[in-house]
């Protein structure tokens, strides 16, 4: 267990223990804990992180848990959240528990938001705790915006090349993609229900500060930015799927015209060479001459085969293949 705490405003990390981060949090104004706990599922013995850290009672037990999905919580003056972020390929979810004097996030195995958040501190210089938060959520939906562009590029590359040339390996990649698409919609969709539902219900009380209001709506409204990117995604990715399938369908339809022309040459000459090859006594009897051999066996076809030809340069139908190629 990796915890950093970092002092406000001024931006100055150390490194320390859980012990002396809850002494600091007790004693300090304005102050960012950030505690990286060990990866994997398996919650720590003992109790729990929150308790150890002083941050209150069995509402805030959830804190550092693995499993939790996201949440938004209000208790008095406190605010406690899970908040999903996207990571490589990956959503993890980070918590957070803020309050005007700290701001205290727990997260398992090295997570981005650790680095942006004390950038932030010192770039930035919040007035308090509660307007760091802020700075973390928005930084937590720009994860996923940069992962929905990211995609959307990637869709409209493979769209084109699918148009330049079809390959198998692309619906692959489009599946892949789409399942992308559905995982940030699935995981950002709760986290934004939860959080609307609580800050619209903050809003409303007349003691909640006009500066923390604007926060609340900047971030509402950049919330609906990365959602409509995420849908665009997905709608992008629903039309690359219609696109390779009508592609699929216009090659198939070129395979059946193939088939149609060859049966258009080949069929009547099937039927000549059956017709004449029957052993009836009128064939056997009377079609004995080398001439009326060369007239039927020869002749026909030939007649059959610039028929057919005929046929089809009056339909068009060699245009129409040449052009779909």
């Given amino acids: 267990m990796i915890v950093t705490v970092v002092g406000m405003p001024e931006g100055a990390a150390v490194r320390t223990d859980l012990a002396e981060a809850r002494r600091r949090l007790?004693?300090?104004?304005?102050?960012?804990?950030?505690?990286?706990?060990?990866?994997?599922?398996?919650a720590e013995d003992g109790e729990p992180l929150a308790r150890r850290l002083g941050l209150g009672d069995a509402d805030l037990d959830w804190f550092g848990r693995p499993g939790e999905p996201a949440?938004?919580?209000?208790?008095?003056?406190?605010?406690?959240?899970?908040?999903?972020?996207?990571?490589?390929?990956?959503?993890?979810?980070a918590h957070a528990v803020a309050k005007d004097r700290y701001l205290v996030t727990a997260h398992r195995g090295p997570a981005p938001l650790a680095s942006e958040i004390t950038s932030h501190v010192r770039r930035e210089r919040p007035r308090d705790a509660v307007a760091l938060l802020f700075l973390v959520l928005q930084s937590a939906l720009a994860t996923f915006r940069r992962a929905a562009v990211a995609a959307?590029?990637?869709?409209?590359?493979?769209?084109?090349?699918?148009?330049?040339?079809?390959?198998?390996?692309?619906?692959?990649?489009?599946?892949?993609?789409?399942?992308?698409a559905a995982l940030l919609h699935h995981t950002l969709l709760p986290y934004l229900q939860v959080m609307d539902e609580v800050?619209?219900?903050?809003?409303?009380?007349?003691?909640?500060?006009?500066?923390?209001?604007?926060?609340?709506?900047?971030?509402?409204?950049?919330?609906?930015?990365?959602?409509?990117?995420?849908?665009?995604l997905q709608e992008a990715a629903r039309r690359a799927f219609g696109?390779?399938?009508?592609?699929?369908?216009?090659?198939?339809?070129?395979?059946?015209?193939?088939?149609?022309?060859?049966?258009?040459?080949?069929?009547?000459l099937s039927f000549l060479t059956g017709f004449f090859g029957m052993n009836f006594a009128f064939l056997t009897d009377e079609l004995e001459s080398r001439a009326v051999f060369w007239l039927l066996a020869i002749g026909l076809q030939v007649c059959v085969l610039a028929a057919a030809f005929y046929v089809l340069h009056r339909t068009r139908v060699w245009r129409r293949l040449r052009d779909e190629e």
């Fill in 71 to 93: 949440r938004a919580d209000f208790l008095g003056d406190v605010v406690g959240l899970v908040i999903p972020v996207v990571q490589d390929a990956h959503v993890t979810y």
């Fill in 199 to 232: 800050i619209t219900r903050r809003m409303t009380s007349p003691d909640f500060p006009a500066e923390r209001r604007r926060l609340a709506r900047e971030f509402q409204h950049m919330a609906r930015l990365v959602l409509t990117d995420i849908e665009t």
């Fill in 243 to 268: 696109s390779y399938s009508s592609l699929v369908a216009g090659e198939q339809n070129n395979v059946i015209n193939r088939l149609a022309i060859v049966s258009v040459i080949f069929l009547p």
């Fill in 26 to 42: 007790a004693a300090t104004r304005g102050l960012l804990v950030d505690v990286e706990l060990p990866e994997g599922e398996q």
């Fill in 152 to 180: 959307l590029l990637e869709v409209e590359e493979l769209e084109d090349d699918m148009f330049r040339q079809r390959r198998p390996e692309q619906v692959y990649r489009l599946s892949r993609l789409r399942r992308r």
